[in-house]
């Protein structure tokens, strides 16, 4: 039954990168900075066939900051449908690869390309936000990778929820049921 819902998992997290309006699409990124967690909801882009989770940032955020001395971070994404919640926790690394990140920038529409042009970086005290200066021909588009080490799954369901955990040793997962 494990394998069934390592599968399940793995449908979800794919689907959550490729489908619009799925609810894996968007989930919280928890990193730690100064001893104190911090969380943003990120945009999941793709996920890897070894289960790696793709996000894009500016490298000027926090975020970038707080990947770089901790990489250890926990992702979180709930199906409200499913009454599904899956934990991830693994280790985060910044790709800042040019011609990576140069084929990748060519995809992504125009309108999101402003968010990775912008003259001063995110965070910073503005007067006015809507009078933002954009660059013109550069950018600080990156993209993070984590690799999960560890899944934690909850499925909220009646007569009895289901709980697993999954941790990943070498190329393998093994999985545990847990009590909800």
């Known amino acids: 039954m494990e394998k069934l819902v390592f599968q399940q ?3 979800e ?3 959550g990168s490729v489908k619009k309006g799925h609810p894996f699409k968007y989930f919280t990124l928890s990193t730690l900075w100064n001893g104190k967690p911090r969380q943003r909801t990120v945009v999941l882009r793709k996920v890897q ?3 790696q989770l793709l996000f894009y940032t500016d490298k000027r955020s926090a975020k970038v900051e707080q990947i770089k001395k901790y990489p250890s971070v926990s992702a979180l994404f709930y199906h409200p449908k499913k009454m599904m919640q899956l934990q991830v926790e ?3 690394t910044v790709k800042e690869h040019p011609e990576m990140l140069r084929k990748i920038w ?3 529409p125009a309108t ?3 968010d990775y042009t912008t003259v001063l970086p995110p965070g910073v005290k503005t007067e006015n936000p809507s009078a933002l200066e954009y660059l013109k021909e550069d950018n600080y588009f990156c993209m993070v990778q984590i690799q999960p080490m560890r899944l934690e799954y909850l499925k909220l369901n009646q007569p009895h929820h289901l709980r697993v955990k999954f941790e990943k040793t070498g190329d393998d997962w093994s999985g ?4 909800p």
Do not use: E, V
């Open 112 to 114: 999101s390309k402003r």
């Open 106 to 108: 060519k995809s992504i």
């Open 9 to 11: 998992i793995k449908n």
């Open 49 to 51: 066939p070894d289960l």
């Open 13 to 15: 997290l794919i689907n």
């Open 90 to 92: 693994g280790r985060a």
């Open 176 to 179: 545990t049921f847990l009590i």
